[in-house]
Nanobody, 114 residues
Framework: QVQLVESGGGLVQPGGSLRLSCAAS????????MGWYRQAPGKQRELVAG???????TYADSVKGRFTISRDNVKNTMYLQMNSLKPEDTAVYYC????????WGQGTQVTVSS
């Protein structure tokens, strides 16, 4: 059964940090390109960061230098370390495997506000 489970969202002040985790079933984690997407109210879902099975990464311009995506191939878990958070980072963050038409987690809310 395909399973992606996110955790780690919450409320943080501007300039703060959060780390998101995505636990995946082994079959998914070893097969698909993994990524984090986000969707803010009234906006389209967008790719935040992606990572290949070999560790190659890509980032949206808006998060470069602030967010770091990583993966633990033993734990079948992907992470998104988010630093220097801004109010415009507020969104529901989704774990994804296989691109937009692939598999999705349930989402976790990240709110950046003072």
């Amino acid at each position: 059964q395909v399973q992606l489970v996110e955790s780690g969202g919450g409320l943080v002040q501007p300039g703060g940090s959060l780390r998101l985790s995505c636990a995946a079933s082994r079959s998914i984690f070893n097969t698909y390109y993994m990524g984090w997407y986000r969707q803010a109210p009234g906006k389209q879902r967008e790719l935040v960061a992606g990572i290949s099975s070999g560790g190659s990464t890509t980032y949206a311009d808006s998060v470069k230098g602030r967010f770091t995506i990583s993966r633990d191939n033993v734990k079948n878990t992907m992470y998104l370390q988010m630093n220097s958070l801004k109010p415009e980072d507020t969104a529901v963050y989704y774990c994804n495997a296989g691109g937009f038409h692939g598999y999705w987690g349930q989402g976790t809310q990240v709110t950046v506000s003072s």
